[in-house]
T-cell receptor
Framework: DAGVIQSPRHEVTEMGQEVTLRCKLI?????LFWYRQTMMRGLELLIYFNNNVPIDDSGMPEDRFSAKMPNASFSTLKIQPSEPRDSAVYFCASSFGVNRGYEQYFGPGTRLTVT | QQQVKQSPQSLIVQKGGISIINCAYE??????FPWYQQFPGKGPALLIAIRPDVSEKKEGRFTISFNKSAKQFSLHIMDSQPGDSATYFCAAVSGNTPLVFGKGTRLSVIA
């Protein structure tokens, strides 16, 4: 298995632009988690899905952030408009279920820089 | 979100020494405590995990010690090697809620 796949690996954009991050789950996994990692705040859970349904989006910082799961194997995280404070590494992770969420498999991350 | 408090924030250990990272939690409903290891430029990966009915779990040079009454658990890395240099996250989970991560410890093992 190729593991969790994220694209792009690096994204540099200007403030105000729309950014879309993509994630492909491991085949057979039905839970998907989006995280943001910064030096100051560590690893923050933004939102998670179970069986394509968003379960908890309380970690999404503001309305500029949105996430979707159009099918069982793919998810997007969109930031519109982007701001410099959104600069971070964004990870997605997948697992067999939320109640086994401790067995999460992380992707390699997308490093986002907003100038 | 329930917190898991992790210390120290960073740690420097001599090659061959013992690295110790500590975590504490408040929510007694937590029933599984994993540790994740993250190398630079990579995503975190599950390293080792323990359930609260066990006081210690060992896998190679990595050992988790668990103190249920104190609501604390720790990771010990014996004979630390430069290849162990990474960021380590403790975490906790209960029922159908997702993982709650500590803030991480950046370990540097120097020769």
């Amino acid at each position: 298995d190729a593991g969790v796949i994220q694209s792009p690996r690096h994204e540099v954009t200007e403030m105000g632009q729309e950014v879309t991050l993509r994630c492909k789950l491991i085949s057979g996994h039905n839970s998907l988690f989006w995280y943001r990692q910064t030096m100051m705040r560590g690893l923050e859970l933004l939102i998670y899905f179970n069986n394509n349904v968003p379960i908890d989006d309380s970690g999404m910082p503001e309305d500029r952030f949105s996430a979707k799961m159009p099918n069982a194997s793919f998810s997007t995280l969109k930031i519109q408009p982007s701001e410099p404070r959104d600069s971070a590494v964004y990870f997605c992770a997948s697992s067999f279920g939320v109640n086994r969420g401790y067995e999460q498999y992380f992707g390699p991350g997308t490093r986002l820089t907003v100038t | 979100q329930q917190q898991v408090k992790q210390s120290p924030q960073s740690l420097i250990v001599q090659k061959g020494g013992i690295s110790i990272i500590n975590c504490a939690y408040e929510n007694t409903a937590f029933d599984y405590f994993p540790w994740y290891q993250q190398f630079p430029g990579k995503g975190p990966a599950l390293l080792i995990a323990i359930r609260p009915d066990v006081s210690e779990k060992k896998e190679g040079r990595f050992t988790i010690s668990f103190n249920k009454s104190a609501k604390q658990f720790s990771l010990h890395i014996m004979d630390s090697q430069p290849g162990d240099s990474a960021t380590y996250f403790c975490a906790a989970v209960s029922g159908n809620t997702p993982l709650v991560f500590g803030k991480g410890t950046r370990l540097s093992v120097i020769a």
